[in-house]
């Protein structure tokens, strides 16, 4: 066993827990700062801009950077975030719902369900989309939502490490309030950064600019 390989590697993974729980921590100040419904979009935002940078490989100090994100952010974060947020707060409380009605409501849960996941799909997107490309705010969601349907398989990927990372934690309540969100959008952002670099690179081969 290469014992100085296996070193860096256990450095390198410790090295991104300690990050993951920095960036879920000023997620979680700056929501609640803006009193959640005010402090949700560009606390978002603000996370998914920097765990760019860190997929990058930039040096920078995360806690200045945020809050200047933050504030940079702040009125086109809410108009970003607020909408779908409030839409999955709105399906997530009917999916419930119809879940206490029992079988009588099936066809209806089921259908909020999929409502559920093809929002979940699309979202999945928007963040990295948006730190990534400059485009006209309202050009965010459809151009998600054409990635959702054009890619597939990276689509797929993108729900399977949702899902992952709500299973694991589910069965570890403790770590929600310390990974969960920032386990999210860390591991969003790396995979949407490659999902980009290979759509650009296939444009290129075609031809298109």
Known sequence: M??????????????ELIWVVRLNLMWLVFTLAGGVVLGIGPATVAAYTLARRHARNESFQAWVEFWAAYRREFVRGSLLVLPPAVLAVVLVGNYLYFSVLGQDAGALRVTTF???????????????????????????????????????????????ALWAIVYATSQLPVLAPLVSIGAWISVNTWLCLRFFEE???RLHSEGNP
């Open 114 to 160: 999929v409502a559920l996941l093809a929002l979940a799909a699309v979202g999945a997107y928007v963040g990295p989309l948006y730190t990534h490309y400059e485009l006209p705010l309202w050009a965010y969601i459809p151009k998600a939502s054409l990635l959702a349907l054009t890619r597939p398989a990276s689509t797929v990927l993108l729900m399977f």
């Open 2 to 15: 290469n014992h100085p390989a296996m070193s860096i590697r256990i450095q390198a993974a410790c090295s």
């Open 199 to 201: 759509n650009e690179a």
